[in-house]
């Protein structure tokens, strides 16, 4: 049974970079999966910021692309989200999932294993 865990800081100042990092228990993040990170920001549903799979290729949202850099370290097995220049509409509570090709992107946690989310708020 794989488990994530999210950590990181719950507060970032405008202009900061939101720094995360998701440890992975239970299988290796080399495997041919999508380690993805995801946000809901209130009252809002779903969106995927990206993933790096399991050969370490990248991929981020069209959206968020300039903002957003995903890295891996394979020796503590986890794989991190830095997002620069955040402002207060990058207040969400963000998750880190193991999902494969067909479940990325979908609307619910239904699917693959996530963590539990941890609240960011971007705050002066």
């Known amino acids: 049974q794989v488990q994530l865990q999210e950590s990181g800081p719950g507060l970032v100042k405008p202009s900061q970079t939101l720094s995360l990092t998701c440890t992975v228990s239970?299988?290796?993040?080399?495997?041919?999966?999508?380690w993805s990170w995801i946000r809901q920001p209130p009252g809002k549903g779903l969106e995927w910021i990206g993933y790096?799979?399991?050969?370490?290729?990248?991929y981020y949202s069209p959206s968020l692309k300039s903002r957003t850099s995903i890295s891996r370290d394979t020796s503590k097995n986890q794989f991190s989200l830095q997002l620069s220049s955040v402002t207060p509409e990058d207040t969400a509570v963000y998750y880190c999932a193991r999902v494969s090709a067909t479940q990325y992107g979908s609307r619910s946690r239904s699917w693959g294993s996530w963590g539990q989310g941890t609240q960011v708020t971007v705050s002066s």
């Open positions: 790096i799979a399991g050969s370490g290729i990248t």
């Open positions: 239970g299988g290796s993040i080399t495997t041919n999966v999508y």
